[in-house]
Nanobody
């Protein structure tokens, strides 16, 4: 069992930056690949990016590539999402999730545990 709690969301102007954190409970955090998703009102939850167990490899959706960076600190049981050059289209609830396998890492069904989400609002 893994419990995930996101933090760091808020209101930011277009072009600004935010860093989201996701703290995980349990001593097996390094056993999970970690992903970030987002869901805007009226839209399906979409993949943002993911990081492998050791943090040595990341994978991003084209819509955020070059602007967002995922990292993890296994000693702190925390994964981060650094978001730069934010756009109004980035407005959504952001979720972190944990997966036991890399297969399906860009799909909602590929994850075993989810956080409750944190709101990010980007004003124009």
């Amino acid at each position: 069992q893994v419990q995930l709690v996101e933090s760091g969301g808020g209101l930011v102007q277009a072009g600004g930056s935010l860093r989201l954190s996701c703290a995980a409970s349990g001593r097996t955090f390094s056993s999970y690949a970690m992903g970030w998703f987002r869901q805007a009102p009226g839209k399906e939850r979409e993949f943002v990016g993911a990081v492998r167990w050791s943090g040595d490899y990341t994978y991003y959706a084209d819509s955020v590539k070059g602007r967002f960076t995922i990292s993890r600190d296994n000693a702190k049981n925390t994964v981060y999402l650094q978001m730069n050059s934010l756009k109004p289209d980035d407005t959504a609830v952001y979720y972190c999730a944990a997966a036991t396998t890399w297969a399906g890492i860009s799909t909602v069904s590929g994850y075993d545990y989810w956080g409750q989400g944190t709101q990010v609002t980007v004003s124009s």
